[in-house]
């Protein structure tokens, strides 16, 4: 039900060149759409059945299941395979919390830095996470710290700008230096009020980037409240009743 790599695709140098064929034609954003519909549908699905029922070339299927979703087991290779991907924007921006820094964390970061030269990181507030009622949170000096660990660890650091955030829009919304804003596909209505709010200051709506959904080993995807709720760890291994081949509805 897990598909590795074709031969041939294990140097980060042909990969890079197969996702900026594939992920950077113009068709691509449409392709991405449908492979998402599948993978809400289907999250087993695998890329030779993609490509058969799309009728995508194993290249495509490869760079846009990838795109869409990652295997917990999967990240850490996909972004090691990104390092020789060129971005094509200038600046860019995520924004969350990064509480119990996890592979779906690992998996925005690095959909954000193959995307733009430099990313701002708006890290939420203590005040900001109270507000919207989330509970058990580590603060955020804490948060932070361990955010520039994991940035050193790939090579971003360099890259990167955090900031607080304390509201759900941030710079984005008001600063015409960024031109990309990265989400998941959970996240992707908040992306596109970033862009409303820009539209109302007269400013340009800005590209939107989708990094991929990371599903646990139980095919659920991974987050920081089922880790808090003691379901899975930071990798998406199982823990707990579910380890020991307990229920997972």
């Not at 992306?191 to 340009?204: F, M, Q, S, W, Y």
Request: hydrophobic share 40%.
């Amino acid at each position: 039900m897990r598909e590795g790599f074709p031969m041939g695709l294990g140097r980060e140098e042909l990969y890079a060149m197969l996702y900026e064929c594939v992920a950077r034609s113009p068709g691509f954003p449409s392709l991405k759409a449908k492979v998402l519909e599948v993978v809400m549908r289907r999250p087993y699905v695998t890329q030779q059945e993609l490509a058969a029922a799309l009728n995508l070339t194993p290249g495509q299927a490869l760079i846009a299941l990838r795109s869409v979703r990652l295997w917990c087991h999967e990240v850490e290779t996909e972004v090691r395979l990104s390092r020789r991907i060129t971005p094509i924007y200038r600046r860019g921006a995520i924004g969350g919390t990064f509480d119990n820094l996890h592979l779906g964390h690992l998996a925005l970061l690095n959909a954000a830095f193959r995307s733009a030269e430099r990313v701002f990181i708006g890290l939420t507030t203590d005040d900001f996470v109270s507000s919207v009622g989330k509970r058990g949170v580590a603060p955020y000096q804490e948060r932070r710290e361990e955010l520039e660990r994991v940035l050193e660890r790939w090579g971003w650091l360099s890259r990167a700008e955090i900031g607080a955030l304390s509201d759900e829009l941030g710079p984005p919304a008001e600063d015409p230096s960024f031109d990309v804003i990265i989400g998941s596909p959970f996240t992707l209505a908040n992306c596109l009020k970033v862009n409303a709010v820009r539209i109302e200051r007269g400013l340009p709506p800005i590209a939107v980037e989708l990094s991929p959904m990371v599903l646990a080993e139980d095919g659920l995807p991974l987050s920081s409240t089922r880790i808090r709720a003691g379901e899975v760890d930071r990798y998406g291994r199982l823990t707990g009743s579910r380890a020991r081949g307990g229920p997972t509805a």
